[in-house]
């Protein structure tokens, strides 16, 4: 994988001049959720039969790859996604980078391939943030969106696992991921098209999983909603999740959710969530959650790296439309969300060791 020497890397990079406090110069303001290359990305690779041992980084920009690589024919790559935050006090800090690890040597396992070390991914994701440190933005303007990547990248003809692997890491500092921002979102229930099914890989974050969304969410934002949540696709009865978001329903102040087991990908907001609940003392139920009940119920929200906490404000279901009051300042939603974030941005006490400092 050779770094495109006539791509632009170097200089995008020296394109944003750095200002006096070591800030990049762009317009914090206007960050949304789209693509900002930054300076350096890590790259390691390893053969089928070994184990990954030591990558480095290097300038941002395209890699080369066989036209016959696994990935490209067969689809036999995984993602991640995780944020660098700086605090009112300087410290950088990264949320449960060990589940994000975690999660990825779980979906490797399940699409054949080799993964890095919990120690070795937390490890590249620290240097790549600190190698980025210039786009990581002021406090309360946003985050650098970590994004790993794991591909099987050696050739293949046949349906095979690959015979060589890249780990690779690059970032783009974010904020919101709705155009909605933090107001509450529109959600379409989808009856024609499902994201995952038994036996199969939602469970984990394959790429795979993801191009098949493109047509219903398409199709709900062209009538105006702002993402598609999905049913189980054995009944059609039950709520799964939304595209790349966790579903919450409330209701007389029970919190529930429906179980991760094996469709719906477990997402690492919304396990810290369930755990904060329960430490506060709100009932939490994880169980199956037909869609009547979330049409009844008082409130919705959606969890998730990129799109943190969002209320949910209405759900369609059949032609039906039901409202949420969700802009409640008592709602469960933004009680949760100033506890999670408290223990984020360091005003409340992180007694978990979710908190990893990396400068
Ligand atoms: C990544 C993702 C989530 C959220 O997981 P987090 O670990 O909280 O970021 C939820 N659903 C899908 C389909 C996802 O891809």
């Known amino acids: 994988m050779a770094h495109a020497a006539t791509s632009s890397p170097i200089s995008s990079a020296l394109s944003h001049a750095r200002s006096e406090n070591g800030y990049t110069e762009i317009d914090w303001d206007k960050l949304g959720f789209g693509l900002t290359p930054t300076d350096y990305m890590y790259v390691m690779k390893c053969s089928r039969d070994e184990e990954f041992t030591e990558g480095q980084l290097i300038p941002y920009g395209n890699i080369e790859l066989s036209p016959a690589a696994c990935v490209l024919n067969y689809g036999q790559g995984l993602f991640e996604g995780l944020k660098a935050m700086r605090r009112e006090n300087g410290k950088l800090v990264l949320f449960r980078a060990d589940q994000n690890a975690l999660r990825m040597r779980i979906g490797a396992e399940r699409v054949c391939m080799p993964s890095p070390s919990v120690d070795q991914f937390i490890d590249a994701v620290k240097q790549t943030a600190l190698a980025n440190k210039r786009w990581i933005p002021p406090p309360g303007k946003g985050s650098l969106y970590l994004r790993p990547l794991l591909l099987g990248t050696g050739a293949v003809l046949g349906v095979a696992p690959a015979p060589e692997y890249t780990f690779l890491i690059y970032a783009s500092p974010v904020r919101n991921y709705f155009k909605e921002g933090n107001a509450a979102l529109n959600l379409y229930v989808e009856d024609q098209f499902d994201r995952a099914s038994r036996g199969g890989a939602g469970g984990v974050k394959s790429i795979t999983n993801y191009a098949p969304g493109l047509k219903p969410l398409e199709r709900a934002k062209k009538n105006g909603y702002s993402d598609v949540l999905y049913l189980d696709s054995e009944s059609g009865k039950y709520i799964e999740e939304v595209s790349t978001c966790n579903i919450f329903v409330v209701k007389d102040s029970i919190i529930s959710t429906p179980p991760t087991k094996g469709t719906i990908l477990p997402g690492v907001t919304r396990k810290s969530i369930v755990e904060i ?83």
């Open 277 to 359: 609940a329960l430490e506060n003392g709100f009932k939490v139920e994880e169980r199956q959650i037909a869609v009547e009940e979330l049409l009844e119920a008082d409130e919705a929200f959606c969890t998730g790296t990129a799109v943190v906490m969002v209320p949910v404000g209405s759900v369609t279901y059949k032609g039906k439309r039901v409202d949420y009051q969700a802009t409640n300042a008592n709602s469960m939603c933004k009680r949760l969300m100033s506890l999670y974030s408290g223990i984020q941005n360091g005003l409340i006490e992180d007694k978990k060791g979710w908190i990893i400092e990396i400068n």
